[in-house]
Each structure stands twice: as structure tokens, then as C-alpha cells.
């Protein structure tokens, strides 16, 4: 791969933000890549935002900070808000349910409608991140196997293996744009 | 002492820095003739001190294994230590009524929550005597000190229907009792029951401070006038008592030796639980 | 050699159970509370002992108290804890008993702020208890991987030394999740260059020699060896006394076994350091792996930049900082500390400049910014209305 990748991913609790960035280090660490992930949880009560950086690597991480994502995950207001400034050649993946788009950036913006998609096709609100996890999963093609990444997010994840496997399907086969 | 000093104590600390009608020697004396007489050997104690008049002049009179903790800590040394030590061994701690109702409290109740097998014996000389005589949590009520030159205001654990020895025993303490120094062989019983329990025991003994006690509150530096006072104070446990005077109630206050698991045998049964189950 | 995805609380307590870590006595607290939990798992199933106090103070007593019973014993805070340990930390020096003491450091001052990393705690983890008459160790990981192999030494090097040795971690540390090595067999365990030593006990009579020599056992209870540790200063054998020359023989032995072994526990790391470099980067702990990630890019920008990180904080390493240049200390807190040290060590005519955030780490383009206005010999640049100062 030849170079360090940011996944920033951040929202509010309960939306399993930690859980996506533990599935995606664990598969790095399983495929021999260095990796490291810093978990702040704000004051998400308050209107904050739980944030998990991710770095993943063939040589060993110096610095653990994503300050240049080459992936930010905003799945609440607050995130996109927070973080859309420090995006300048990566992709923004946004929930638009929470998030309206800023039109000023000059990155590239993706809306993932995971929430409605969880909602519509599987009942619940919860399995959005899953969404997200499996088009994530696309875009990072060629740095971690879909296999892998299905694999640890069984593990990761003990409950309701058949929605989430779908939830993941859902994202992964929304087209690369 | 002569008998039991050559065989258990240091001829170097022998005789001890104390004052002259200090009763410490007594409340030590006693400790060490329980000992000898439960049979136990040099090597079968590992003695603590606190500090204070107490924890300084017993400290390293041992002849064997000697610590001293920082001021109400060897509480909590002595539960780590005992983690540590074969259960044979026993702990013997003597510390002042500062040390253990004081700054020590916390550490004491968790003691005794926990039942660490350890025997406290609380030398009570009735304040901070050490430091020149300031009030403690025994000093009775209107009695002059160094800090309390008008008599002390505040409540102490012995008066207006308080008793330390009930916050102990509500705490988890197996064995209780308390005496004076004045009193003779029932104390070095209380003792060796005390020893003798397999878990947390306390055994407060009264004891005379001449120097600063005496002074300030009796206004005499005659060990006779303190005697006397502590003497007229003592009753037994089941006596009726003057309400809301400062009473020494003597006697075993409370005996559940060997009812509750000890502290570290509990652990040591955990720890060999799980490593049974791991395999 | 197996690979984890895991945190530094696990790594510290995969360290102590493999340097022989028997008690761990502590109370729980943000952000080293998993060291707590993780240890009341893995103790019982290597035969150890999990006790949770009643306070940190209790908690660091019941460790020294079970090291005194001749078990090796850790125990883990944060910032309001370490404060706590003071009395028990003091108690363990003057008696010479060993345990590990890990802080994982988060913003200050009191509570602050519990879950977001700070660098407070450095001239504390120095001074740990009142008194003086001390030196005291204390190393501080950058990375997961580092927090194991650095408890397994910080363990080595209480036993030597026979006194407390500080882990200095910071939040990020501690909490974040990295790659983590562990080594599964003694040919792993020696490529990782890991240093063991196991309990000695002290037969006496003399428990307090006039030395300053390593491998002095300890004292330990229960073996009717005569053995005397007290809280007061003692004479050879342990007797408390009031004379000034038993203080000036058992300081002597306190503060010197340390500073004349020094070499013991000398740990840094260097980059780009081999050409002059006309900034020197300062940091240990979390900061310092943005600093090489910054020092790199630098580098590829074409600037002579160079960093030190102290992996031993103390003893300090003063000769590290021999060069006459700029120097640019970045730490995670706002009123300076470790650049006091610096400022200290530089030859005159080097200029010392301090970057300080807490709560969050820097970042390459923040620490850049900052090396370049040195080099161009402007302020540094302000952020939110903060201005940095030159040392």
C-alpha cells in the first residue's frame, strides 16, 4: 500500500462509532498492517461527538492523529461539523439524515443514507453503522479483504449475525460513485 | 519483665525512652506475656507500630520481623503483608488511639470488613500525648489539652452513648474487648483470645499519660492521682454506668473468633478456584 | 510471537504478569481503570491477588504491604490518585521496597478533565513524596507495544534498585489501541531484550548499608531475619534514630544508588540528530510520536530537523541536550514542564521554546508551523489567542 491511511469516524453515542474503527485496526492487525486507534469520547450528551481515529499502515505508525483523513465518517451534525475542515484530498461519508452537506468544500462529499437504508430494510436504526462499515469496506478495497472484514465484524459483533451480514451487503454493494 | 524481655524483645530497647509513669510499658507487657504464653515464638510474629508515643516506643522492640507505617497506615500495610505471609503467621500491631480512631479510621473499618487477620492493640493514653498533649477522639468531653485550653467541645467515640468498639463490631471485627493497664491477667486473656482469632481482633486498653494527659487535665503530675482517676472510671461491661460520664467499659465486648472467613484465606481459596476452573 | 489489537492498559498488564507481578492493590479511576480490571482477571489465573481499596492511598499501602511480604506488586491511577500515593510512595522509597506505580496522566490540574491525556504529572512523578533526599525513577512509553516492555523494566529495575519505580503514561497510551506483540516463548522473550530479576530477601543485620550499590536485597517479613523498616530514619539495621548522621548515611544511599547507576536506566530515542540540526524537537510520551511523524516530513521538506525522546524521564538525561540550538519542547500541557529541564541542560546562546496542549494531542501541521517561525526567527504562532512563549 506504501502509505499511512486516516479513517476518522465520528458521531454521537450509542451509534457504534468505537465498534466500526475496533473492526476495521482488528482486520489491519490480521492482515500484518501497523495500525492504531485512539477512541475521545466528548461530551456527547451535550451535543458532542464520540470520535475514533484510525492510521493503518505497512510500516510501523509514528503519529496516531488523523489530521488529513483520507476518510471522515460523520454520522452526526456535530462531526461533520467538527472535523470537514481537516479533509483536503480524502473523502467526506456522511449520514444525511443528520448532516447537511456544506457545499464550500472542495473535497469530494458521499451521502450514505444508512440510516433510512437500516430502517426500510431491517427494522432498526442500529444496524446503520454496519451500513457504513460494509461501503467503507468497498472504498478500502485493496487495503483489507471483505472477508476479513466480515469475519471480525461477526466477532466484533455477537448479536444478530444474519441482519448485520445484510446491513453490511447493503453498503458494500452501494455503487462506488 | 525480665523473663519475657530476654526472650522476646531487643536488650538495645530495653528499658524504653518513655516517660516516667508512662503505663505504655504496662499495655506492652501485657502483649508479650499473652504471646509467650500462647506459646508462640519469636519467629511466629511479624510486629507493626504506627505512630506515636505507641508506634515509637514498641517499635523494633521485637525481636523479630519489625514495621512501622506512616501515621494510621499499618492498617493497611499489614492487609498487604498478610496477602503475603503463611497464615501461621500472626500480625501483632500496637498503635495509638490517634493512629487507629484517627487518621487511621478508614482503614481500620476496611480491616475489619474484610477480617484481615491481625490483632490491634490500641495503647489509648486518651489524645495526642506525643506531640505535647492536644485532644483525640477519647478525650473526654471538658477536658483541658494543649488545643483545647477552654476543654474540649467536640463529641468523642466514648461519651453521650457513643462506643468505637459498636462502629467496629457493625464493621465486620470478629474479636473486641477493652481494658486499661491497670488491670491485670483478664487483659493478657483478652489478648491471647484476640490472637487467637483467625481474622480481624481489636483490643483497646486505656493506659495513663502522666506527662501531658495528667497534667493538663488533672492538673498533676502524680501517677497516683492518674491511676486513681482511670481506676474510678473502670467498670465492667455489664455494669450500670454514670450517663454521659467518660466510662471505661472493660471486658470481651464482642466474640465471633473464627465465625467469618478470614480476609486472606478467602482470597487465597479465589485464587486457587479460578486457577482450577482456567486449567 | 503472537499480535494483538489491544490497548496499553492491556499491554501493562500483560507486562506485569510476565515480569512475575503476584498483588495488585489500587481503586478505580479514569483512564486506568482497565489496568485495575484487567489485572482482577489475569491475577487469579497465574496465582496472584486482586485487591480493590478504599482509597488510592490504601491501595498503593496494600501493594507495599504485600511487596514487603516478599511478592512482587504493582498498582495503577491517574493524576488524583498518584497525589494520593505521596504517603505510601514516600514510605516505599525510605524503606527501600520495590513495586511499580503506573500513571496514566490526563488533564489536570484536579479532576479536569478524565478521559483526554495530559502531561502533569512530570516533576511529581520526580517528587513524589515530601521530604527529598531521594532520586526516583520513572520511565514513560509512547506506544502500546512500549507500555509492556516498559513495565516488564520498570519491575527489573525496582528490584535492583529496591524502590518504587513510575510508569509515566499518558491517557492516549494507556486507552489507545495499537499493534501489540507478545512473546510466547524465552527465545521471544530474549529478541525483546526484556530484564528480569526475582525477590531476594535481606538476612540482616545490616538492612540499610552505607552504599550506593544495586542488588542490595530487600527487606522482607516473615522470615524471622530480624528485618526493621519503619517510616523514621533508620541506622544500618533499621533502629529508628534522630541523629543527623544516620539521615545524611541512608540519604546518601537513596539518592546515590540511583545517580551512580544511572546507566541502568538511561533510555532515549533519537532521529536526525547526526547533522547539527537547527531545531531540536523535545517530547516523551504521546506528543513524541507526532513529533517523529513531524520530523520526517520536515526532513522531507528539506529542513535540518532533528528529536530527542526521553524514554527514562528520570534521572533526568541532561546530556542529551549538549548541542547549541533551537530547541522546541512540545508537551501535553499548557504551563511547561519537562522544557524547565531542557532550559536547564542547553549550552548558553541555545534558545529553548515551548508548544503545550493538553487534552488532545498536536498536530504535524501545528508543530511545523512552529519550526519554521524558529527558523525564520519569528514568534511562534498563536492559537486561540494562546501565546507560546520563548524559554
Not at chain 1, 502509505?3 to 465498534?19: C, H
Not at chain 1, 456544506?102 to 458521499?110: K, M, N, P, T
Not at chain 3, 489500587?26 to 496472584?48: D, H
Request: charged share 20%; proline share 5%.
Amino acid at each position: 500500500m506504501g502509505k499511512r491511511i486516516e479513517v476518522l469516524i465520528s458521531g454521537f453515542g450509542g451509534q457504534g462509532v468505537v465498534r466500526l474503527g475496533q473492526i476495521l485496526a482488528q482486520v489491519s492487525v490480521d492482515e500484518n498492517l501497523y495500525t492504531t486507534m485512539l477512541v475521545s469520547h466528548g461530551t456527547e450528551t451535550r451535543g458532542g461527538y464520540v470520535r475514533t481515529q484510525v492510521v493503518i499502515s505497512d510500516a510501523p505508525v509514528d503519529s496516531p492523529v488523523c489530521e488529513d483523513p483520507d476518510f471522515l465518517v460523520a454520522m452526526s451534525k456535530a462531526a461533520y461539523n467538527k472535523f470537514k475542515p481537516l479533509v483536503s484530498q480524502g473523502v467526506i461519508i456522511y449520514e444525511p439524515y443528520y448532516v447537511e452537506q456544506d457545499h464550500g468544500l472542495h473535497c469530494r462529499q458521499i451521502s450514505v443514507n444508512a440510516r433510512e437504508m437500516a430502517i426500510n430494510e431491517l427494522g432498526r436504526e442500529i444496524y446503520a453503522n454496519v451500513v457504513v462499515l460494509g461501503y467503507l469496506t468497498r472504498l478500502l478495497d485493496g487495503t483489507l479483504s471483505k472477508d476479513q472484514v466480515l469475519k471480525v465484524m461477526l466477532q466484533k459483533i455477537p448479536k444478530f449475525h444474519e441482519e448485520n451480514k445484510k446491513a453490511f451487503e447493503l453498503g458494500y454493494s452501494l455503487a462506488v460513485s | 519483665m525480665d523473663y519475657l524481655a530476654n526472650k522476646y524483645l531487643r536488650p538495645r530497647k530495653i528499658p524504653s525512652t518513655a516517660c516516667s509513669g508512662c503505663g505504655l510499658g504496662q499495655v506492652h507487657k501485657k502483649t508479650v506475656k499473652a504471646i509467650d504464653e500462647l506459646g508462640l515464638g519469636v519467629e511466629d510474629v511479624v510486629w507493626g507500630t504506627g505512630i506515636g508515643c505507641a508506634g515509637r516506643q514498641t517499635f523494633a522492640t521485637w525481636k523479630g520481623d519489625n514495621f512501622a507505617g506512616t501515621h494510621g497506615r499499618v492498617y493497611a500495610i499489614a492487609s498487604g503483608l498478610r496477602i503475603a505471609l503463611p497464615p501461621d503467621k500472626k500480625i501483632i500491631c500496637t498503635v495509638g488511639d490517634g493512629d487507629s480512631f484517627g487518621i487511621g479510621f478508614l482503614n481500620l473499618l476496611h480491616c475489619a470488613r474484610r477480617n484481615v487477620d491481625m490483632t490491634v492493640v490500641v495503647c489509648d493514653n486518651l489524645g495526642y500525648m506525643s506531640t505535647g498533649g492536644q485532644y483525640g477522639w477519647t478525650t473526654p468531653l471538658g477536658v483541658k489539652t494543649d488545643s483545647s485550653p477552654y476543654g474540649t467541645y467536640e463529641s468523642n467515640f466514648m461519651q453521650e452513648g457513643q462506643d468505637v468498639l459498636n462502629i467496629l463490631k457493625d464493621a465486620g471485627a470478629t474479636f473486641l474487648a477493652r481494658h486499661t493497664s491497670l488491670q491485670g491477667q483478664e487483659a493478657v486473656e483478652s489478648i491471647k483470645k484476640a490472637i487467637l482469632n483467625k481474622g480481624f481482633s481489636l483490643v483497646h486498653v486505656i493506659y495513663p499519660c502522666v506527662t501531658n494527659f495528667s497534667d493538663r487535665a488533672l492538673g498533676t503530675r502524680k501517677p497516683i492521682a492518674m491511676y486513681n482517676w482511670i481506676k474510678e472510671r473502670t467498670y465492667g461491661l455489664h455494669d450500670r454506668v454514670p450517663e454521659n460520664e467518660m466510662c471505661f467499659r472493660t471486658g470481651i465486648y464482642h466474640d465471633a473468633s473464627n465465625t467469618r472467613q478470614e480476609f486472606s484465606a478467602r482470597l487465597l481459596e479465589f485464587t486457587r478456584e479460578i486457577q482450577r476452573r482456567a486449567r | 510471537m503472537k499480535r494483538y489489537f489491544d490497548t496499553g492498559n492491556r499491554a501493562i498488564t500483560e507486562g506485569a504478569i510476565l515480569a512475575g507481578c503476584k498483588v495488585f492493590a489500587g481503586y478505580p479511576i479514569t483512564p486506568a481503570t482497565e489496568i485495575a480490571e484487567n489485572m482482577s482477571r489475569r491475577l487469579p489465573e497465574v496465582g496472584g491477588y486482586y485487591v480493590q481499596a478504599e482509597d488510592e492511598m490504601t491501595g498503593m499501602h496494600i501493594a507495599v504491604g504485600a511487596s514487603l511480604g516478599g511478592l512482587k506488586t504493582m498498582t495503577a491511577t491517574s493524576g488524583p490518585g498518584y497525589i494520593l500515593y505521596a504517603d505510601p510512595y514516600g514510605w516505599a522509597l525510605g524503606c527501600e521496597i520495590p513495586i511499580v506505580v503506573v500513571n496514566a496522566q490526563r488533564v489536570g490540574p484536579v479532576s479536569g478533565i478524565t478521559g483526554a491525556p495530559g502531561q502533569g504529572e512530570f516533576y511529581i512523578a520526580r517528587y513524589p513524596t515530601h521530604g527529598g533526599n531521594a532520586e526516583t525513577i520513572v520511565l514513560a512509553p509512547n506506544s502500546v507495544q512500549e507500555a509492556f516492555s516498559l513495565t516488564v523494566e520498570a519491575f527489573y529495575l525496582s528490584e535492583r534498585f529496591r524502590m518504587p519505580v513510575t510508569v509515566l503514561a499518558d491517557q492516549l497510551v494507556t486507552d489507545g489501541w495499537e499493534t501489540l506483540e507478545l512473546p510466547e516463548t524465552r527465545e521471544e522473550i530474549e529478541k525483546m531484550g526484556l530484564r528480569f530479576k526475582e525477590r531476594e530477601i535481606c538476612r540482616g543485620p545490616v538492612f540499610y548499608p552505607f552504599t550506593d550499590q544495586l542488588d542490595v536485597p530487600p527487606v522482607v517479613m516473615g522470615h524471622n531475619t530480624g528485618g526493621t523498616c519503619s517510616d523514621w530514619t533508620p541506622t544500618d539495621e533499621g533502629y529508628d534514630t534522630e541523629e543527623v548522621e544516620w539521615a545524611h548515611k541512608h540519604s546518601y544511599r537513596l539518592i546515590n544508588k540511583v545517580r551512580n547507576n544511572k546507566e541502568v536506566i538511561r533510555r532515549y530515542e533519537e532521529h536526525f540528530m547526526d547533522d547539527d540540526p537547527d531545531v531540536v524537537l523535545v517530547a516523551y510520551g504521546s506528543p513524541s510520536r507526532v513529533m517523529i511523524s513531524c520530523v520526517k516530513k520536515a526532513r522531507e521538506e528539506g529542513l535540518k530537523v532533528g528529536c530527542i525522546r526521553p524514554i527514562s524521564l528520570w534521572p533526568f538525561l541532561d546530556d542529551l541536550y549538549h548541542r547549541k540550538t533551537n530547541y522546541l519542547v512540545v508537551e501535553l500541557n499548557y504551563d511547561g514542564q519537562l522544557v524547565r529541564e531542557v532550559q536547564r541542560c542547553v549550552p548558553t546562546g541555545s534558545n529553548v521554546h515551548f508548544f503545550g496542549k493538553c487534552g488532545e494531542l498536536p498536530s504535524v501541521a501545528e508543530m511545523l508551523l512552529q519550526i519554521k517561525q524558529i527558523l525564520n526567527g519569528e514568534p511562534l504562532v498563536r492559537s486561540d489567542n494562546w501565546e507560546w512563549e520563548a524559554w
